[in-house]
């Protein structure tokens, strides 16, 4: 026999569907809470089926996002093969029914019969590492996307309260900067102390420049002041809003400096991180986004595999006499990993990059391509070679 159990994961709860072998199915279909109770049961029901077969049963589920990790933890706890199937596989397996009926329980009735049709292969393990990784690396995503919108609505008030004061500080959204202008959000509020206090009160900030350079601040502020307009019409709002954009943008800072730190020393653990680092334009936080959306690269026995799961193979129509000579790429994969390549793409192409790819990305532009049809090329190529030496386990050599 073949026992098999399919499994559609959903918030908290899993449908279930049990086969003994091809067009066998037993017993009706069975609920999961994802609870330690939930789960014992679940463990129940597995124990039954390989009594009955002889052999521990084959679990296929779909990737849900982060819903199927607890079932995918307590089968590796236990011991079972399970298999993650991309939901683009089975969703085109679930439009094989002539009838247009969609429950859980189906679905998982439909994974079970998508088993014995393919050929799937077990998931291969990932370590607690790779997982972490790639947990901090999208957390890292995510939040720098919140402060790229934050800073934004934050110039859009300071322009409304402060404008002038844009130019003050090198960096605006230093330490320093915002914590002068927390103590002083308006042209008001800059008037009401003097030259000396408002030069103390950046010195006390930043300890590490001199007294000149705090009054020089403290000077190119009150000029700032003097220069901004409408100071007197001020909505209550709009102070409001800058003082807690100022703070957001701190908690950022803060959450991404963590988020950082964390990321470089799971990294340092990781062998493949070091690895790709040795290819010239992949840094550390790059090379950490790719290990962690590639996960092992044994998943992948051709690096054309690789290049389809980065989505940047290009699509194919063709109908009858009729081929298409213009394709984009699918983007089906990882866009994270795209974002990651494209970005690694960028810095090798720099002077103190990559001369293979360099030259590479030359000689396709002088074929007549696009600079994005190049780039596109490039990142194909770079691909290639992060899977060569992620299998070779021996640095890139830069040789043109």
């Known amino acids: 026999m073949n026992p098999v159990v399919g499994l559609d ?31 014992a ?6 124990e039954g089926v390989e009594a009955l077969a002889c052999v521990k049963p084959t679990v296929i589920l779909e990737s849900t996002g982060h819903y199927h990790v607890p079932v995918v933890r307590f089968l590796e706890e236990h011991g079972y093969v399970y298999i993650v199937v991309n939901p683009l596989i089975s969703h085109q397996a679930k439009k094989s029914s002539l009838r247009k009926v969609k429950t859980d329980a189906i679905d998982a009735y439909r994974l079970c019969e998508l088993f014995y049709k393919e050929e799937f292969e077990p998931l291969r393990k990932r370590g607690m590492h790779l997982l972490d990784l790639r947990s901090l690396t999208r957390q890292r995503d995510a939040v720098t996307s919140l402060f790229i919108q934050t800073k934004l609505q934050f110039h859009a008030v300071l322009d409304l309260v402060f404008p002038e004061y844009r130019g003050v500080f090198g960096d605006l959204f230093s330490q320093v900067s915002l914590k002068t202008l927390l103590a002083f959000p308006t042209p008001e509020a800059v008037f009401e102390v ?25 000077q190119d502020i009150i000029q700032a002041a003097n ?30 400096s963590d988020l950082e730190n964390q990321i470089d020393a799971l990294a340092k653990e990781i062998e493949e991180c070091q690895i790709i680092q040795s290819i010239p334009g992949i840094g550390e936080t790059i090379a950490a986004t790719i290990i962690a959306e590639i996960g ?13 799961f980065a989505g940047v193979d ?7 006499k009729f081929t298409a000579t213009i394709n984009r790429i699918t983007k089906r994969g990882s866009s994270r990993l795209r974002h990651a390549l494209y970005l690694a793409v960028l810095c090798s192409l720099r002077k103190t990059g990559s001369q293979r790819l360099q030259t590479f990305y030359k000689a396709k532009r002088e074929e007549g391509k696009a600079h994005k ?28």
């Open 194 to 218: 003097s030259e000396a206090e408002l030069a103390e009160k950046i010195k006390a900030l930043c300890k590490s420049r001199s007294e000149r350079w705090a009054a020089q601040k403290a």
């Open 41 to 46: 049961k679940f463990h129940e029901v597995l």
């Open 373 to 400: 049809v190049a780039l596109v090329a490039c990142i194909n190529k770079l691909l290639h070679w992060i899977c060569a030496v992620l299998k070779s386990q021996e640095p890139f050599v830069d040789l043109v």
């Open 314 to 320: 290009p699509s194919v129509h063709s109908s009858g």
């Open 9 to 39: 994961v959903a918030k908290g709860e899993t449908e279930g569907q049990v086969f003994l072998d091809k067009g066998k199915p037993q017993g009706r279909h069975f609920s999961i809470v994802h609870t330690t109770d939930g789960f």
């Open 296 to 308: 092992e690269i044994e998943r992948f026995n051709h690096p054309k595999k690789l290049v389809a």
């Open 227 to 256: 220069r901004s307009p409408f100071r007197t019409v001020l909505l209550s709002s709009h102070l409001f809003s800058l003082k807690m954009y100022i703070q957001m943008i701190l908690e950022y800072k803060e959450h991404l």
